[in-house]
Structure formats: structure tokens, C-alpha cells
């Protein structure tokens, strides 16, 4: 069983996600996002060969995570969801933790992502977790039909590449 290093309250587990998770995948995507993935974006991700992970608990999908791979060395974190009534149990930490270890042992040295400059909850799991701002995107994402929102750039860098530069 694949599990982040956070204590979790509920058994959860942490697979490869396939084709058959993806209309439980976008249906927590529709509910949780502003500005939800369509399908297509998740089956282009699969088939772009992108790291791709479903939480599960009970066979039941309670969140995923997707990330792209910039080069050898950098990745970029491209999307990240738990279902409404599973958050704030330590689910979105526990995924997060576990790509960065994975991620690691794949050999990237830092990885990216961009968030929109108000949701604190997803800021606070990354901050958390040891990211930091390294730049800012004007009115990246449309709020509604004429507000706009700043997108934060996080960078964190990945542990082996620190031990080994020390
Ligand atoms: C961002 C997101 C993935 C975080 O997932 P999550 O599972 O809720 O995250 P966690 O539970 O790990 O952490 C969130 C909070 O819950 C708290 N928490 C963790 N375990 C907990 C527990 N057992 N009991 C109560 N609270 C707990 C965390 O400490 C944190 O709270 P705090 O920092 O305010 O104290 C989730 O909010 C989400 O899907 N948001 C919508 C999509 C989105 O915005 N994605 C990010 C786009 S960049």
C-alpha cells in the first residue's frame, strides 16, 4: 500500500490512476474547481505518460493528483483535488507528500506549480509541505465573467538534490 508520511485518520491508498477512474475523477472535479479539467484534459494526461494518482479508500476515488514533466530535472504540478466531504483530514497533505517522494526517486530536483492567490486552503498545504513564491502571474485566472485573479508561482526544491549540493 502506497501512503504519504502524514497520519491519516481514514485507511486511504495511493495507485496509478487508469482510464476507468475518470468519471469519478471528474466528477470531484467538477465540484471542487472554479474552473474545472474536462475529460479530455485528464485522458491527454494519461496518455502523455504524466505521473497520475488516485487516492482511494474502500475502492472508492477520494481525490488525484497530476504532474508534468518540465525536463529530467523539474516537474510541475498541474492538478490536485479531494472530494468536498474528505478535506481537511490531512488526505490533499498526505497525496502531496507522496509525489514528492516519488518524484524524488524519479530523480527531479524541484518542482513547480500555480495556484490562484486566494485559496488559502490549497497555500497553506503547500507552504506547509515546504514550498515558496517565486513569482506571480497578472490576472492568470478568470473569476466569473469579468474578474480576474493573480496566480502565485511555488517552487519547492526536491530533497536529494539539496543533500547532494551541500
Ligand atoms: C487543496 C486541497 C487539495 C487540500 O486537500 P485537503 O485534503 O483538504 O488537505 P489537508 O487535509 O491535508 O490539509 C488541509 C487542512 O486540513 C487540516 N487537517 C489535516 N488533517 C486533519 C485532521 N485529521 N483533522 C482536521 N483537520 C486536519 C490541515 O492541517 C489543514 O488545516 P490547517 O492548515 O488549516 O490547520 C483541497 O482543499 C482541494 O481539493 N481544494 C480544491 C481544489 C484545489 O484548490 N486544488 C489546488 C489547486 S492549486
Known sequence: MNRGRCNLKIKTNIRVMKSIDLAAV???EK???IQPWSKKKFEDSLLNGYFCRV???HSRVLGYIIVSHFSSH???IL???VEKFSQK???GTNLMDYALMRLT???RR???LEVRETNSNALRVYSKLGFVAVGRRSNYYGVGRHKKEDALILNRKLQKWVEKSR
Do not use: P, R
Request: charged share 25%; proline share 0%.
Open 74 to 76: 523539474e516537474a510541475e
Open 105 to 107: 526517486a524519479l530523480g
Open 89 to 91: 483530514k490531512g488526505i
Open 110 to 112: 524541484e518542482i513547480f
Open 55 to 57: 487516492v482511494e479508500s
Open 31 to 33: 465540484d471542487v474547481h
Open 26 to 28: 471528474t466528477s470531484i
Open 79 to 81: 492538478n490536485i483535488a
